[in-house]
């Protein structure tokens, strides 16, 4: 059955960090879609119902420095700007 998930992440700065989520988000099997909105500073998934795909998920976010809003430090605050500065080359070279 297909869901859809919407999370406050802090730490989404622009297109770059966006490219970065996208990529990084779709490459765990069972999400079909994940949009990002800059705006809002949240992600958007849609995805297979699993155990643990949340989970999932906001490790994933953790990992490149967009912590669930309102949980991240400052080791979340540089990790984010690396994963932003990997998105924008991303969509350089594209």
């Given at each position: 059955m297909n869901m859809?998930?919407?999370i406050?992440?802090?730490n989404l700065k622009c297109a770059g960090c966006a490219n970065s989520i996208k990529?990084?988000?779709n490459s765990i099997k069972g999400i079909n879609d994940?949009?990002?909105d800059l705006e809002q500073s949240s992600v958007?998934?849609?995805f297979i119902e699993k155990d643990g795909m949340i989970e999932e998920v906001l490790r994933t976010l953790k990992s490149m420095g967009y912590a669930?809003?309102?949980?991240s430090?400052?080791?979340d605050k540089a990790k984010s700007y690396v994963?932003?500065?990997v998105g924008r080359m991303t969509d350089e070279i594209e």
């Open positions: 859809n998930k919407t406050n992440i802090d990529k990084n988000l994940v949009s990002v958007s998934i849609q669930e809003a309102g949980t430090n400052f080791v994963s932003c500065a």
